[in-house]
Each structure stands twice: as C-alpha cells, then as structure tokens.
C-alpha cells in the first residue's frame, strides 16, 4: 500500500499568515492526489483535486501543488474560518491511504 | 441538491452485525462510483471501501476484507455496507461519500453526515 506522509502534524498561525502544508507519497502517484478540509464535528470538505484543480466553490486562497511524491497545499491568508484539520489523500491506487492530517490552530 | 444521508449505525456487541445505508439524492446515482471512510473517535480518516456505479467492482481495506461487504442497489438509489464479525476498532463514524466525476477524477466530492458505529459489550 501506498503511504502518505504529512507534515507537520500541527501549527500554529495567525489570520493573514500563509501557510504550507506537505504530503510525501511512498511511491510516485502522479497528481492523483485531493485535500480535504474538517472542522470539528463535520463531514470532510473537497478542497482540491489532481493535485491543484480548485474544486467549485473553494476559495482561491486555496491552491494545491506536486507531482510524483511530493504535493503542497498552501493557504496565501488564513482567514477565521480556516482554524480546522487538513488530510491529502492519494487516488492513485487501492487501497487509497489518506495522511495523518494536520491540525491547524490559532497562534 | 446533491446530498448523502447515512443510517444504521448504533451500538453493537464485538462479534455482532450492522448494516449501513447511504441515501443518495440530485445526481445520476447510478454512473457514480461511491466509497465508505470511517474516522475512529480523535482519529484521521480511513479510507474502508469503494464501489464501481455498477456495482461489479469493489475494493477494501485490508483492515476490513472478508468482514465487510459493500454494495448498492441503484433502483433505490442506495449504498449500502454490510459489517460482520465487528470489533472494537471498528468504532468510528463512517462516511459515505461520492466520486467528483462519472470517469477520470477520484477526489471525494460529496460526503454525508456520517453515521456513529459503537462496537462495545
């Protein structure tokens, strides 16, 4: 199976900042690659697919990059309503593996 | 309106069954290829099981292979996720959710609610 590797497990920023947030694949996955948003208590939210498509109605605060094994998702400014938790998932290959996820807080 | 509504979950007793049902509505039910996650309580997400819009093909987490089995019956415009041999780690709230494209994109793109599997004796 495929691993996903995120990183950082958490962070600490404030609004404004821009942040960065990394998934590393143990084998070349194309840009078959999503990111997802959660906040507490919610279903996951699209945010990206193949690798940098903006899904509709998604902020475009929001970008994703890579290819191969290694994949961005940055957020030019955090804005409130970002404070929640972000997990890439490969859509490469079954079985499909998501990363730990990264927990983003206020500073 | 796309939306997903998943039922069926409660609290079952280690070795015991569940059957969940995801309701799907506002898209062509049947071209879609839908998939289960499950998040276990303070956990990531787990991909569990996928299942082509026909219905012929299916893939599973090892983690869940031979215990569980996905299927849908696209006359009633239903997924469903038959759960055997249930044990504790399998507490979690299990999503459903649908592909973003008929062919070609992969991504997740609708979830529902999530429904909340409790394996306790």
């Known amino acids: 199976a495929i691993q996903m590797t995120q990183s950082p497990s958490s962070l600490s920023a404030s609004v404004g900042d821009r942040v960065t947030i990394t998934c590393r694949a143990s084998q070349g996955i194309g840009d078959d690659l999503s990111w997802y948003q959660q906040q507490p208590g919610k279903a996951p939210k699209l945010l990206i697919f193949?690798?940098?498509g903006l899904q509709s109605g998604v902020p475009s605060r929001f970008s994703g990059s890579g290819s191969g094994t290694e994949f961005s998702l940055t957020i030019s400014s955090l804005q409130p309503e970002d404070f929640a938790t972000y997990f890439c998932?490969?859509?490469?290959?079954?079985?499909?593996?998501f990363g730990q996820g990264t927990k983003v807080d206020i500073k | 309106e796309v939306q997903l509504l998943e039922s069926g979950g409660g609290l079952v007793q280690p070795g015991g069954s569940l059957r969940l049902s995801c309701a799907a509505s506002g898209f062509s039910f049947d071209s879609y290829t839908m998939s289960w996650v499950r998040q276990a309580p303070g956990k990531g997400l787990e991909w569990v099981s996928t299942l082509s819009g026909s219905g012929d093909k299916s893939y599973y987490a090892d983690s869940v292979k031979g215990r569980f089995t996905v299927s849908r019956d696209n006359s009633k415009r239903t997924l469903y996720m038959e759960m055997n041999g249930l044990r504790a780690e399998d507490t979690a709230v299990y999503y459903c959710a649908k592909y973003l494209a008929v062919a070609g994109l992969d991504a997740l793109a609708v979830w529902g609610q999530g429904t909340t599997v409790t394996v306790s004796s």
């Open positions: 193949s690798a940098a």
């Open positions: 998932l490969q859509d490469y290959s079954y079985p499909r593996t």
